[in-house]
């Protein structure tokens, strides 16, 4: 292979769709969600993973949730 990017196959980006799809679905969204900037290919392809994962863990001191 070699070493400049014009001539290094990209063959992630040759998977079928549902292949990529359950790839990002293995990692945390917020990956899934970067993987967008790739490509036009890849704009909305984190728009069709199965699995959502949200860390709610990092809160901002102003997120107050209040019971009503």
Request: glycine content about 0%.
């Given at each position: 292979?070699?070493?400049?990017?014009?001539?290094?196959?990209?063959?992630?980006?040759?998977?079928?769709?549902?292949?990529?799809?359950?790839?990002?679905?293995?990692?945390?969204?917020?990956?899934?969600?970067?993987?967008?900037?790739?490509?036009?290919?890849?704009?909305?392809?984190?728009?069709?993973?199965?699995?959502?994962?949200?860390?709610?863990?990092?809160?901002?001191?102003?997120?107050?949730?209040?019971?009503s």
């Amino acid at each position: 292979m070699s070493s400049t990017s014009e001539n290094v196959d990209d063959r992630l980006s040759m998977l079928p769709e549902d292949i990529l799809s359950r790839i990002l679905s293995l990692m945390p969204t917020k990956y899934a969600v970067r993987t967008s900037v790739l490509s036009k290919r890849w704009r909305y392809t984190w728009t069709s993973v199965t699995n959502l994962d949200f860390d709610y863990t990092r809160r901002s001191p102003n997120m107050v949730c209040k019971a009503s």
